[in-house]
């Protein structure tokens, strides 16, 4: 089982930091979702990790190692950071074909990744020629030809369509479900939420988060539950009694701070309303996040003064 170990690291470019004392592991069989606003160092991380940047101090090293001392690396490791970086003359199947070559893949694994991203039917077209999508199929393509244990995607989604958006999904899961190491970041929080079952987020360089994800939604969810009845002014009144402030939203749903769904319903039955709707509340990924990172972003727009003054 082959983990990545990010130890102390720490990378100044000049006499700016842009990743600091960064210490984490990211463990096989789990995808693990990589967050933090523009610029909070998680693409100079994996580069760190795949031995592209040098580090200004710390470690990082995958199954122990660090990535340039691995044998046959792509095999090892499969990594998409910059979807355009292929070359646009070179067809799809050329372009697989050179990198298995070079790192002593078999040629055949080239139509198996063509299929499995589902470029089967595109691979003798120039890469020049491909949408944005199909450049992002043909990074994850590349990245998985070596068939590695560990897999570090940066932005996966950026440009598919949403079809293209569940697989992805359906990939990220299925390569955690075989064991291999995932690390995927994003901005996308459904997304991420979605496929993630651990996150690390990032901010201005720092370690901010280091938990499975659905530690990181509890911890940060205000409890309560919403619901929904055709009877809310009697609930209302029996909640007010009992010490309850419920409080009506826009689309006519209720929440009860501070309450289980079991005191709710229990109550909703004693007084007789019919809910036609109950769930306990929990934050979404967005919103955990973003009351996480409100202080920690570098590049937050700001209202204008004169924001609201336009006739
Ligand atoms: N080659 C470089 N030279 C100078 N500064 C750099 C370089 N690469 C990254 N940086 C700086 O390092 C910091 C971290 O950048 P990085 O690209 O790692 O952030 P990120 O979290 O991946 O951001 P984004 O979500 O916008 O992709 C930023 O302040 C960036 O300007």
Redesign the pocket.
Known sequence: MTSIDVHDIT?D??T?R??DHLTFSVRPGRVTGFL????????????LVLGL?RATGGSATIGGQPYASLGNPLRRVGALLDAQAAHGSRTARNHLLALATSNGIAGSRVEEVLMEVGLGSVGRRRIKTFSLGMRQRLGIAAALLGDPEVVML??PSNGLDPEGIVWIRELLRKLACEGRTVLV?S?LMNETSSFADHLIV?GK?RLLVDMPMREFLASRSRPGVQLRTRDGTRLRDALIRKGHEPVRGDDGRWTVHGATAEEIGALAASEGVPLLELVEKQATLEEAYLGLTATET??AATSSPTAGQEA
């Not at 933090?36 to 580069?47: C, D, F, H, L, Q």
């Open positions: 990378k470019y000049g700016a842009a990743v933090g606003p523009n610029g909070a160092g998680k693409s100079t991380t994996m580069r940047d940066d932005e970041s901005h990032l360089g570098e590049f």
